[in-house]
């Protein structure tokens, strides 16, 4: 039961604090989780901290692989209109 960090990541620091495990370092070429501490917050809050604060989406997913964050879900913008040519 742990999330992991992929390469959509920034390096942007601003989830690292907010770990409740310090789970979180920073690595090269994108921050890590390391699985073992990762407890998916489970316990300590009701939504991954994380998550919660990354600004990029598909940047952490879950055991599946699976965006915790998807397409659109921060944007509001929808993975068509994002591949869509500029009408400007
Ligand atoms: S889900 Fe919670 S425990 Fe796991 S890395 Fe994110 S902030 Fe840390
Ligand atoms: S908040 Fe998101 S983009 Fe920033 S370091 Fe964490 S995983 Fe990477």
Redesign the pocket.
């Known amino acids: 039961m742990a999330f992991r960090?992929v390469a959509g990541?920034?390096?942007?620091?601003?989830?690292?604090p907010l770990c409740p495990q310090e789970a979180i370092r920073a690595a090269a070429p994108?921050?890590q989780i390391d699985a073992a501490r990762c407890t998916e917050c489970v316990g300590d809050f009701a939504d991954p901290q994380?998550a919660s604060?990354?600004?990029?989406e598909g940047?952490?997913v879950d055991a599946t692989g699976r965006p915790l964050n998807p397409p659109g879900s921060l944007t509001g913008l929808s993975p068509e209109r994002i591949a869509a040519p500029s009408t400007f």
Do not use: D, E, G
Request: with cysteine.
């Open positions: 960090i990541c920034t390096n942007c620091w601003a989830c690292l994108h921050f994380c604060i990354c600004p990029v940047a952490i």
